[in-house]
């Protein structure tokens, strides 16, 4: 993750997201270790019947062909990957919904946008608590399939995998912004969770469907349906890609993300390229899913078409999907990856096995062995977890540290014009001054009071004068409020209370939705420095969504930004 991303973030938030996870993974390793325990008491004995049977039906399964391990071994990774990512500092934020869930809403229809909404509400409203639960699942996914080969546990990872995949394709994907203006193998579509979906069905299926080629034929037929049905989506007139603007927009998407300038080159290239030849750009790509989908098909698939297949895949993944992983909140290594998981997993490598004879295969460690080493690092990371989450918290605080204060970044380039007269305007006489709160998001994407984040807009107010204050929330998904708080409270990351007397929104907890108007207002009576919020717990403020509110001794008020 990029380190100027924590410039964005709350200490506070990122300290209670770690001690949270840590809390709850040192939690439940203990409960894990406590119930093997008792399970290896009660079997101590290695001839235990249920041991011998466990063992017969591993070695005594008909053999499969390299496919299926190729596919077990290749999801248990991503999987932990997955997991691994999810613990990123923003995902406990709402940085993690402006910038991965929130580009899922462009193009869809209303009926998903609603649903869409629905879902991020639920997530922001708990999201710390959604964010740590997303770490552990897909960690016990990734453990589970790769300790439980062809066993019980692993089979319980897959079905899990299955149950947890569904909200994640709607939620987390837009179902693949299949039903968007635009969708784009080159944006993910149809995205990653199908291709996870689809091998942990193919793995729970019966071994004769792997042994009679069954698989690989079904791969075969589902991968050219999706690379014909991309190349179509390509070449729509609708979706725009034939014009200058279509690719370099998708593009220009990724350029503006933190990363390498060895990541970022080739897609600047191919940005001003794609705008200066679109026609050109767009064609290679229809052709080339075409030429993969007829391919499969027509059971044409000798060294190009895998030269062809490699180069694709590896393309895309790098100037269209960005690795999937780059930016810092990145969730899992995108589709492309996984595509070709499954094109060697499930199809190339999972043709008819010729033989069903069982095939011992000598352990190369010996089994008590592993379980040693397994009993001494689970505790080891056990001691650890609940140490970072339950000990020296406690001693942190008994010895009066504190988080330190919400860091302030600067721009890489602020905004060429700004108008006051549109957030404010007063009156001298009446000591009276009109100001316009809007919830919205900067040119980052990120969410703002009338375009500025991270406090980069100072509303400056006479003390004594009256404030009459219009809000009205522009943002699509999330429900927002205003409020003027003393800016200690933003420090700590709430709870937030009105620094003066009405000085809130109506129903500020709550929040309203998109396009909602409301008015209010306050007297400034004391002098000093506070903050405009979203009291929304959200944790919008944490991602941003703030600006500096001074009073002073002045004679006029005013509105500057950074």
Do not use: C
Not at 170 to 176: A, R, S, T, V
Request: glycine share 10%; proline share 7%.
């Amino acid at each position: 993750m990029p380190y100027s991303l924590l410039n964005y973030i709350n200490p506070v938030t990122i300290h209670t997201f770690y001690v949270s996870l840590f809390q709850a993974t040192g939690v439940i390793l203990l409960m894990v270790l406590v119930g093997v325990g008792i399970r290896h008491m009660v079997r101590k004995n290695p001839d235990h019947p249920e041991i011998r049977e466990e063992d017969r039906a591993v070695k005594e399964s008909p053999q499969y062909p390299r496919g299926y391990n190729i596919l077990w071994w290749g999801l248990g990774i991503l999987w932990l990957i997955d997991g691994l990512l999810q613990a990123q500092p923003p995902m406990a934020t709402s940085m993690f919904v402006d910038m991965d869930v929130a580009t899922n809403v462009t193009g869809q229809p209303h009926w998903l946008l609603v649903l869409l909404g629905a879902g991020i509400q639920a997530w922001t409203t708990h999201q710390i608590a959604s964010a740590v639960f997303a770490v552990l699942i897909q960690m016990f996914i990734g453990v589970g399939i790769l300790l439980g080969y062809r066993r019980p546990l692993g089979r319980i990872a897959l079905y899990v995998s299955l149950l947890w995949s569904i909200p994640v394709w709607i939620y987390g994907e837009g179902l693949g912004n299949l039903f968007a203006s635009g969708a784009s193998w080159l944006t993910g579509t149809p995205g990653a969770v199908i291709f996870y979906i689809t091998g942990a069905i193919w793995l729970l299926l019966p071994p004769k469907y792997w042994t009679s080629g069954k698989i690989a034929e079904w791969t075969r037929y589902l991968m050219a349906g999706i690379w014909l049905l991309l190349a179509v989506f390509q070449a729509l007139p609708a979706s725009g890609y034939w014009s200058s603007q279509g690719l370099y927009n998708v593009f220009r998407y990724n350029t503006l993300m933190p990363q390498p300038a060895i990541f970022l080159d080739p897609i600047t290239w191919a940005m001003h390229q794609s705008s200066l030849y679109p026609v050109l750009f767009n064609s290679i790509m229809v052709t080339v899913m075409a030429y993969l989908g007829v391919m499969m098909l027509i059971k044409r698939t000798g060294k190009l078409f895998w030269t062809v297949t490699i180069l694709w895949i590896f393309a895309s993944w790098w100037l269209g999907q960005d690795f999937g992983i780059v930016g810092g909140v990145g969730t899992d290594p995108q589709a492309a990856p996984l595509a070709l998981l499954i094109m060697l997993g499930g199809w190339w490598y999972a043709r008819k096995v010729e033989s069903n004879q069982p095939k011992a295969v000598a352990p190369l460690v010996a089994r008590s062995v592993v379980k040693k080493l397994g009993w001494i690092s689970t505790s080891v990371l056990t001691a650890l977890f609940l140490l970072f989450g339950f000990a020296i918290p406690q001693v942190v605080v008994a010895q009066g540290d504190k988080p330190a204060p919400t860091p302030h970044y600067h721009p890489a380039a602020p905004p060429t014009t700004f108008n006051p007269h549109k957030w404010m305007q007063y009156n001298v006489k009446t000591k009276t001054v009109h100001l316009l709160l809007e919830a919205s998001v900067n040119h980052f994407g990120s969410l703002a009071f009338d375009g500025y984040a991270n406090g980069f807009m100072t509303i400056t107010i006479p003390k004594g004068w009256t404030v009459d204050a219009t809000f009205i929330n522009e943002q699509v998904l999330l429900k927002n409020s205003a409020m003027i708080v003393p800016f200690g409270q933003l420090q700590q990351g709430g709870p937030f209370t009105p620094a003066f007397p009405g000085a809130t929104s109506p129903d500020p907890i709550t929040g309203v939705n998109h396009g909602v108007v409301q008015h209010f207002h306050f007297v400034a009576g004391q002098d000093g420095k506070y903050a405009v919020v979203s009291a929304v717990p959200d944790g919008q403020s944490d991602s941003g969504m703030w600006a500096y509110f001074l009073v002073k001794n002045v004679s006029k008020p005013q509105v500057t930004v950074k």
